[in-house]
């Protein structure tokens, strides 16, 4: 049995970037590994959702384990830093945010669960983290120093595929305005999500997986609310936007070199 572990920044962000492998390695019996830098604590959340007097951060941490066990993962483990919330904001420069962390000393914490795990691959971000957040991009920077530290030797940056991204937006955004599913406010064109289709190495098929994504994704209830565009989407369009997981790892390429990132390890 291999050990894959993957490292995120917040919960949710799991279920979105790679619910679909995570359930894939565990169902092929590889031991899966969650980790996450924050507990999310300055996510958004509808009003009346939370309990009188309840922090998200519980919740958030509640919904993380019942994604954990939808996916499959055996341990899943925090950091203990603080969420830095969206880039430029003040809470960037607070004390014990992940985005202030010592990088050294965050990949530390993260490269310790790895000697314990004896993990044979990591998940971590592209160098933008996806799309700019600030606690993505310290999961680029942590994670791939943690794995110097611990001698993890294949890393993956989870990313998305720009093109594939515009090509369903063109597809599927004239279907969505009819069934009154409302898209994310800037058009495909002003996104810079993911990176261009020639820098990715690796495509990973977990349309077999979807049903487990969603529901990945259902049980952070906080966040993705079943009106948000990411549940209310018809099959077709989930599919195509989360049918395939995409990453980056150095030293393969150019173009698509690796379909599964647990070719070759035992089960």
Request: aromatic letters at 8%; hydrophobic letters at 35%; a negative charge.
């Given at each position: 049995m291999a050990t894959l572990v993957s490292?995120?920044?917040?919960?949710?962000?799991?279920?979105?970037?790679?619910?679909?492998?995570?359930?894939?390695?565990?169902?092929?019996?590889?031991?899966?590994?969650?980790?996450?830098?924050?507990?999310?604590?300055?996510?958004?959340?509808?009003?009346?959702?939370?309990?009188?007097?309840?922090?998200?951060?519980?919740?958030r941490v509640a919904e993380t384990l019942e994604s954990a066990r939808i996916l499959g993962a055996a341990r899943t483990e925090?950091?203990?830093?603080?969420?830095?919330?969206?880039?430029?904001?003040?809470?960037n420069d607070e004390p014990g945010c992940f985005w202030r962390a010592d990088v050294d000393e965050a990949a530390g914490r993260l490269a310790q669960i790895l000697r314990e795990e004896q993990a044979d691959v990591l998940t971590v971000y592209d160098d933008n983290g996806g799309y700019g957040h600030?606690?993505?991009?310290?999961?680029?920077?942590?994670?791939?120093?943690?794995?110097?530290?611990?001698?993890?030797?294949?890393?993956?940056?989870?990313?998305?595929?720009?093109?594939?991204?515009?090509?369903?937006?063109?597809?599927?955004?004239?279907?969505?305005?009819?069934?009154?599913?409302?898209?994310?406010r800037a058009g495909a064109d002003d996104i810079e999500m993911g990176k261009p289709e020639a820098q990715i190495t690796a495509r990973f098929d977990v349309a077999d997986q979807l049903a487990a994504k969603r529901a990945s994704m259902r049980a952070h209830a906080s966040q993705i609310a079943e009106h948000s565009w990411f549940l209310a989407m018809p099959e077709e369009a989930f599919g195509y936007a989360f049918g395939v997981e995409w990453a980056i790892r150095d030293g393969q390429g150019p173009g698509i070199t690796e379909t599964d990132p647990m070719a070759g390890l035992p089960v």
């Open positions: 490292f995120h920044a917040h919960p949710d962000d799991e279920s979105i970037t790679a619910g679909g492998l995570l359930r894939r390695a565990a169902d092929e019996g590889h031991r899966v590994v969650l980790v996450f830098g924050t507990r999310g604590e300055r996510g958004e959340v509808e009003d009346g959702f939370l309990d009188e007097g309840e922090p998200l951060w519980q919740r925090f950091l203990g830093y603080s969420d830095s919330g969206m880039m430029g904001e003040p809470s600030p606690d993505h991009i310290q999961v680029h920077r942590v994670g791939l120093r943690a794995a110097e530290l611990a001698g993890t030797e294949r890393v993956y940056q989870l990313t998305s595929n720009r093109e594939h991204f515009r090509r369903g937006w063109s597809m599927f955004a004239a279907q969505a305005k009819a069934a009154g599913i409302e898209l994310p």
